[in-house]
C-alpha cells in the first residue's frame, strides 16, 4: 500500500491551472444543494482529496473552517497558495483518523476512483466515519461502471489549448476487470524557441484562440494529439494514471457496514434515477450515537 499519491504530483500545475478552478465552481454548487444546507455557521469540514484548494476557498469564503488532505504534496504546495487560510495534511487517505474532529466530510471530482480495491475503500470510509461527530454528513461522487463504459472509449474526451500550454484526456474502460485509465497528455511552451518558429508564433497564437472556443473542440483535440510536430521545441509529456469502476451495490454495502446506516444516492442534478451519463453522488449521515 502507497503511504501517499506522490506519482500525482506530477499533474499538480496542470489541474491548479484548469480542472481544479472549473472543479471548484460545479462542486461548490453541488455542496451548496445536498450538504451546505444541513450544517451549522462556521463547521468545521474536511475534504478528502483536496487537490489544489480551490473548492476549499469557496467554502472558507462561505464562513466554513475547512481542513483538506491529499496525497500529492505538489497539489498541496498550491492549495496553500489558493486557500492559506485552511488547514492541510499531507497523508494517503487509507490512514488517516481524527476521531469525531468534523461536522461534515466531503470528496469530489470522483476522487475516490482513484482507491484501487473495495477493501482500501472499507478503510477510507471507516476512517471518514470514525472523524465524523454525531449527525456528521458524508458527501462523495464517483463514476460509475454504466458511466465509464459508455464514455471511457480510448478517444480524447476534453482538452485545452493556448498559446503557453495544452492538456488533453483520453479515458479508457475494461468492463471485465472494471478498471480504467486516463492518460493525460500535456505540453508547455519552452522559453528558448528558434528563431523560425518564433516568426511563426503570432500566427499560431491566433489559431490556438480560434480552437479554444467550444464548438471547435473536435479540431482542438485532434490539434493537441499532432502537436509535438507543430510545437516541437516544446516540452511534450503523457502521464497515465488508474482508476476503479466500484459497484454502486458493493459501494452502499461497505458504507451500511462501517456504520452509515442513513445513505442516499442520486445523480448530479438530484435526480434520484442514475443512468449512464452522470456519476453518482453519495450522501451520507452518521446518525447520533454512532460508534
Request: charged share 25%; net charge negative; proline share 4%.
Amino acid at each position: 500500500m502507497n503511504e501517499r499519491y506522490d506519482h500525482y504530483d506530477s499533474w499538480a500545475w496542470l489541474y491548479d491551472e484548469t480542472i481544479g478552478p472549473c472543479y471548484g465552481i460545479e462542486q461548490f454548487t453541488v455542496l451548496e444543494r445536498v450538504l451546505l444546507p444541513h450544517l451549522s455557521p462556521g463547521a468545521h469540514l474536511f475534504d478528502l482529496c483536496c487537490g489544489t484548494g480551490q473548492l476549499i476557498r469557496s467554502l472558507l469564503k462561505a464562513g466554513y473552517q475547512v481542513t483538506g488532505l491529499d496525497g500529492s504534496e505538489e497539489m498541496l504546495v498550491r492549495a496553500r497558495v489558493n486557500a492559506p487560510e485552511a488547514d492541510y495534511i499531507l497523508e494517503d487517505a487509507r490512514k488517516y483518523r481524527e476521531v469525531g474532529k468534523y461536522d461534515a466530510a466531503f470528496s469530489t471530482s470522483a476522487s475516490l476512483n482513484h482507491i484501487p480495491t473495495l477493501a482500501d475503500l472499507r478503510a477510507v470510509f471507516a476512517n471518514i466515519f470514525a472523524s465524523l461527530r454525531n449527525d456528521g454528513i458524508f458527501v462523495f461522487d464517483l463514476n460509475h461502471p454504466e458511466q465509464m463504459k459508455k464514455w471511457w472509449r480510448d478517444r480524447p474526451l476534453e482538452g485545452t489549448l493556448n498559446k503557453d500550454w495544452a492538456w488533453m484526456v483520453t479515458p479508457s474502460y475494461q468492463s471485465e476487470e472494471n478498471k480504467g485509465q486516463f492518460r493525460v497528455t500535456t505540453a508547455r511552451r519552452s522559453k528558448n524557441n528558434p528563431f523560425f518558429s518564433a516568426f511563426l508564433r503570432p500566427f499560431k497564437i491566433a489559431l490556438y484562440k480560434l480552437l479554444s472556443r467550444e464548438r471547435f473542440i473536435g479540431l482542438r483535440l485532434k490539434l493537441i494529439q499532432g502537436l509535438a510536430k507543430i510545437e516541437p521545441h516544446w516540452d511534450h509529456r503523457q502521464m497515465e494514471f488508474s482508476v476503479t469502476g466500484h459497484s454502486l451495490e458493493d459501494i452502499l454495502k461497505i458504507l451500511k457496514e462501517v456504520g452509515f446506516h442513513q445513505v442516499d444516492l442520486q445523480a448530479l442534478d438530484g435526480k434520484s434515477d442514475l443512468d449512464a451519463d452522470h456519476s453518482a453522488y453519495f450522501i451520507c449521515r452518521k446518525e447520533n450515537g454512532g460508534a
